[in-house]
């Protein structure tokens, strides 16, 4: 049965600590309408893994958490937890925990009593489970707030303690939503740590959804984008950044230059440099280079093909807003026919340049091209 | 009565509804259906009984002619020409008092908008029949003497209802915005009000105007002890005269307010298909 | 037109001052007639020692009971209706509901006591269906005529009432608190239990508290079902109106008017110290 499965995937009795379970998700089909929410999408989790799904809004990442929940029904497809298939298992016999994006906590139960929900309904009794809430709030970091109301705590609280109502029952996965969505910047920044801080000291498997890629890059063991139903690519943050596979994944992560090249015998010629790169195509193509801003030098040059539009400080490194490729020089107005591109350098480097300097852009020696 | 207000009021406010994310429950869709049917035969039955005995004839026959005969029955067009001009009267004067009032508050005095809210308890603390004994012992003689005084009371009943659909309505839309932008383009504040905030409200409008419309059509109490014959009124008086008539004259009553309840949900649809789709 | 700065409050003045005109000052003329003797114009109570005595005191009784029976029971079927309704997946099933209670939240008085004549009266079409099976209703005690007849009766109004007006609460109940629920492994019954009738508790009391008001006003319908057979008190009022008064007792109608205000205005103290305790969770 579940309980004595679950038992002894959950528990490591020598160090007390959690390992998590495996989840495989297999072939997941899901139509609604002509839409295709999920598209044969797969994807395995590693015990006391937390992957994020990344995709634009829309793309499936929803159906796919929840068709794991048992939340959403899917057409074809199988989900295994923990070597169990999980066909026709009910929601609350799942044993996952879940974090939607807002307003989910229960509103006239306090804070301690959202906590301790899930042990309710199993029948614990009152002293164990309050013990065990006001344990996992300290946890979440809101010890002392157990009797405060969801509407008397600000969006990040009700966040932590939807996370501490979700862990209680020590379930097997934990599932988020875009928790962080609703909440403002700062917020999300500090929560997001504390999400990935707890699931590292719990190892509970976790599966994370976020359409914020520098999130999602930041607390994942691995990142898989997703689009149109399908999973395009799924690695390490340090992977995915480095060596997208498709340019829709290259486009979703970081920032991306598209500049006009053409291909040669041994790689591709743009902003006057050749880059070597296999391109499958032959030479004299023109293609759509994509380019990463720190893969790119300026240097000021009067007689140069760029002109600086704008610069932006990011602290350490600056943002070159360059204009290149106009027929006509003529101070870079947009209307042009050429691009602006985006180079990121040290800021010291760049510091002589304002709006209106002549610049060369050329691509870095070791740059790593990928051509579409 | 409060509560058709309420309802439509309240559908203006709704959030649009978020994509269905429905999921079989086996047990209680069989009893969700059970319930519907039971609630079905209730309200179903009772129409298709007075039916029934509307178009049969004394020698256990069938016939419609009830229905086409009612228009000549005696009383039955004075009846409801009185009962359409209260009705106009009292919409008149409900809809120049609430729609101001409505949007000052909100612009003004938001604070009172609780103050308004209890107001709008009163008229089910002060039943009709109490209301008009009070009325008919203050009235001025030359008032009394007509029976727009019963439209002047109607608009006390329907006041509070009219003033909650555009409470909601109000509620919904960023109304200080589009006053300000309104008034910052140079209109004035009768402009402001009948070109850009009415708009912007037709949803709950009409909601105080089905309300107030069909709380006069529906109105007997002040109306029979004010002895003016409405056309609630008529058919009680005309019941004496034949049962079958009254018991079609009750069905085309409730059909009536269905119809009209139906165009003005028509109304609002079309509006709102755009963003259905 | 220059100055602009009206003070706020001259906005209500017409809202007000029609209130005060055509509610308060009727209102008032009431309770100060229930006061009266009518024969000597002097301050009395007597009026209201008549009222609240025999035949008077049984009207308020029938009228009380009457209105919670129609309050609760409807209230109830109102309510598990919506939640029907609600968890349906027809969109096209909803709007018919929506408006079908509009219309019949809307009926009432003579013409819907006609609809249940020729269903339930003595030779209702349902009564002779059923003597058809061999139960004979009304052999076994039952009237529409009756208490209980006219509350199967008001039940025509009262649920589609309480539909309208629970409907817009229950949209308050959001999805994900039932999938949150479902997810830490809690029942329906569960959910239901801890979390959404305690949410719906405010909603669901304030609704009743508005089907007892529609209730207890309700005159018509009764009035030509039972012709006076049973004593509510609108009725006794209005037949004080119509004149049909001993002499003597011409401001006991009054007395009646003021116990009625008197009634809801207990009622709603009562809602409003539950309201609190229901809602302790809003504040
Ligand atoms: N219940 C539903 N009914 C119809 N379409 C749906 C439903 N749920 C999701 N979809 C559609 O499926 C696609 C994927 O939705 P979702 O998984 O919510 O995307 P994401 O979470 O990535 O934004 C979208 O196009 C969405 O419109
Ligand atoms: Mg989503």
Sequence with gaps: MTTTDAAETRTDPASGRRAGVAVELRDLNRRFGEVRALDGFSLDLAPGELVTLLGPSGCGKTTALRALAGLEAVDSGTVVVGGRDLRGVPVRQRDMGMVFQSYSLFPNLTARDNVAFGLRVRGQDKAARRRRADELLELVELGGRGDRYPHQLSGGQQQRVALARALAPEPQVLLLDEPLSALDAKVRVALREQIRAVQTRLGTTTLFVTHDQEEALSISDRVGVMRDGRLEQIASPAELYARPATPFVAEFVGTMNHLPGTTTADGVEVLGRRLPVTTGRPAGAEVDVLLRPEALLVTPDPHGTGVVVATTFLGAVTRVHVRVGDTQRSGARPGGDGTTVLVDRPSAAVAGLGPGAGVTVEPAPDAQPLVA | MAAVISDLGATTTAEPPAPARSRRRGGSAWARRLVLVIAGLYFLVPLYAAFRFAIGTSDGGVSGAVFAGIPAQDGFLDAITLTVRLAVIALVITLVLVVPTAVWVHLRMPRLRRVLEGVTLLPIVVPPVVLIIGVLEVAPPELKGTPDLLALVYVVLALPFAYRALDSGLQAIPLTTLVEASRSLGAGWGRTLVSVVLPNLRSALLAAVVLTVAMVFGEYTMASLDQYQTFPVWIVVFQQANARVSVAVSLLALLGTWALLWLISLVDRRRQSPEDT | ?283
């Design chain 3, 1 to 283: 037109m220059k100055q602009r700065e009206v003070p706020a409050w001259v906005g209500v003045v017409p809202f007000a001052a029609y209130t005060v005109v055509f509610l308060g000052v009727p209102v008032v003329a009431v309770v100060l007639g229930s006061f009266v003797d009518p024969a000597t114009g002097a301050f009395t109570l007597d009026n209201f020692g008549i009222a609240t005595s025999g035949v008077y005191l049984r009207g308020f009784g029938s009228s009380i009971g009457l209105s919670l029976v129609t309050a609760l029971v409807p209230g109830v079927l109102g309510l598990v209706l919506a939640l029907a309704v609600r968890a349906s997946p027809s969109l096209r099933l909803k709007r018919a509901v929506a408006t079908a209670s509009g219309v019949f939240a809307n009926f009432g008085g003579v013409p819907l006591a006609f609809l249940f004549v020729a269903t339930l009266g003595s030779t209702g079409l349902v009564v002779e269906l059923v003597k058809a099976v061999g139960v004979d209703l009304y052999g076994a005690g039952f009237s529409l005529y009756s208490f209980w007849g006219v509350a199967i009766v008001y039940g025509y109004f009262q649920i589609p009432l309480m539909v309208l007006v629970i409907t817009p609460a229950l949209e308050g109940l959001r999805p994900n608190w039932r999938e949150a629920a479902d997810n830490l492994g809690a029942t329906p019954v569960q959910y239901w239990r801890h979390v959404g009738l305690p949410v719906l508790a405010p909603a669901v009391l304030g609704c009743m508290l508005l089907l007892f008001g529609s209730a207890f006003s309700a005159y018509a319908t009764t009035s030509a079902l039972t012709s006076g057979s049973l004593a509510l008190t609108p009725i006794q009022i209005g037949s004080f109106l119509n004149g049909n008064v001993l002499s003597g007792q011409e401001n006991v109608g009054r007395a009646l008017g003021v116990g009625m205000i008197v009634v809801v205005g207990v009622l709603m103290a009562l809602y409003a110290l539950l309201q609190r305790r229901v809602s302790r969770w809003l504040q």
